[in-house]
């Protein structure tokens, strides 16, 4: 028996901005607040979202005290602001962190206490209702959010999040055109966490053969169009194509869930303050180098969806292939491929796995047990560089 969620409506493809008015009088609103990050406010995407609201005459707040990877406090300070607003709808624009705060914060403005109090690990609260309707708009062809019920935070040496349904969006506008202005390294990382998400819903061992169609037809367009995508971000083709993956990897990982990259990118991004991308990516191939004997049937899909011809090979050595091809991706767009690049001292490595293995709900999902000693290994091979495999 298998479940699959999503928002109730997702509407996609270059334009489809332009229906933000119609999606906000489904729910009769008389006013929306914007949550959106400076740097989407810089480069003008908001004011085009503007520019579309105050066409079809709709009034609005607008919040920006959001960074990113943010932490517990940035996101109570925006339940604040939303508590003292007469808004009765949000919208979130922007890459991740955006989403993420505007999803818990359109909750959260309906209950007492703190973010802290509804995270996952460490919270003692309870969610109870939906709070306000939510409309997301992703300006990154990465994270997912848009179409995912969880919401990271930043604690002082690692993650946590809250996940809950109430946090799905009503409405998710996945419009390409948003993604035209990515810088190459922006659009690298967050691509690299899209594929992320698509490989590992892949061997989830929740996997359904829902979510792999979806985490196989994202892993092929984004493979194909990432480079390009990051080279050449004014190809409308390979920006069309990595917001789709992008997309549909998101509706998969959501229902098959992530795991060991996710799970050991985490105190990365804690402890180091790597963005989420950079996390993943420079993990990814040394996840999948320990993972890979574990679910080679997968794994020979992933081959094929990478491109890999497989003209001659054994299954195994198909496997070993896609890896490589996972590497190759990684270092083809401009992302370190080892952690002492990003300035991470081999000391830190027994802290990080430790903190690691506390990420039970992600590692879990893994066709592969982790032991602490196979973290400290994968940790390992990513500080020296090296594949297994090579
Ligand atoms: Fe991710």
């Given at each position: 028996m298998y479940n699959f969620v999503s928002p109730l409506t997702i509407i996609s493809g270059?334009?489809?901005?332009?229906k933000l008015p119609e999606q906000i009088n489904r729910f009769n609103a008389k006013k929306v607040m914007i949550f959106a990050d400076p740097g989407v406010i810089q480069v003008g995407i908001v004011k085009k979202v503007e520019d579309v609201l105050v066409g079809a005459g709709i009034t609005y707040d607008l919040y920006s005290e959001i960074i990113p990877e943010p932490p517990v406090h940035i996101a109570d300070q925006a339940v604040s602001a939303l508590k003292n607003s007469d808004a009765d709808m949000v919208i979130g624009i922007g890459g991740g962190s955006s989403l993420d705060i505007t999803k818990a914060v359109a909750v959260l403005s309906k209950h007492e206490g703190t973010v802290a109090d509804y995270l996952n690990l460490t919270g003692t609260k309870k969610l109870s209702n939906k709070g306000l309707p939510k409309i997301l708009i992703p300006?990154?062809?990465?994270?997912g959010s848009e179409v995912t019920d969880i919401a990271v935070f930043s604690l002082e040496s690692s993650k946590d999040v809250i996940t809950n349904n109430y946090l799905l969006a009503d409405v998710a506008i996945v419009d390409p055109?948003?993604?035209?202005?990515?810088?190459p390294r922006i659009t690298a990382a967050t691509g690299v966490d899209a594929l992320t998400h698509a490989v590992e819903a892949l061997i989830s061992v929740n996997a359904s053969p829902l979510t792999d169609a979806l985490a196989l037809d994202a892993i092929r367009r984004i493979s194909q169009n990432i480079r390009t995508g990051v080279w050449h971000g004014s190809n409308v083709k390979a920006r069309s194509e990595l917001s789709w993956g992008s997309l549909i990897a998101g509706l998969s990982f959501y229902n098959a869930g992530v795991s060991g990259v996710h799970a050991l990118a985490y105190p990365l991004g804690g402890l180091f303050k790597l963005s989420h991308g950079d996390s993943n990516a420079v993990l990814l191939p040394y996840v999948f180098d320990f993972v890979w004997p574990s679910c080679i049937e997968k794994m020979v899909l992933m081959a094929d969806a990478l491109g890999v011809?497989?003209?001659?090979?054994?299954n195994r050595e198909a496997a070993i292939a896609a890896v490589k091809a996972l590497y190759d991706i990684v270092k083809d767009v401009g992302i370190?491929?080892?952690l002492q690049e990003f300035d991470i001292k081999e000391e830190y490595i027994e802290k990080l796995s430790q903190d690691a293995l506390k990420q039970k709900r992600l590692l879990a999902r893994s066709p592969k047990p982790f032991t602490i000693d196979d973290i400290r290994k994968v940790y390992t091979a990513a500080y020296n560089g090296k594949l297994n495999l090579l």
């Open positions: 270059a334009g489809s901005l332009a300006t990154t062809s990465g994270t055109e948003l993604t035209y202005t990515l810088p011809n497989r003209a001659g090979l054994s370190p491929t080892n």
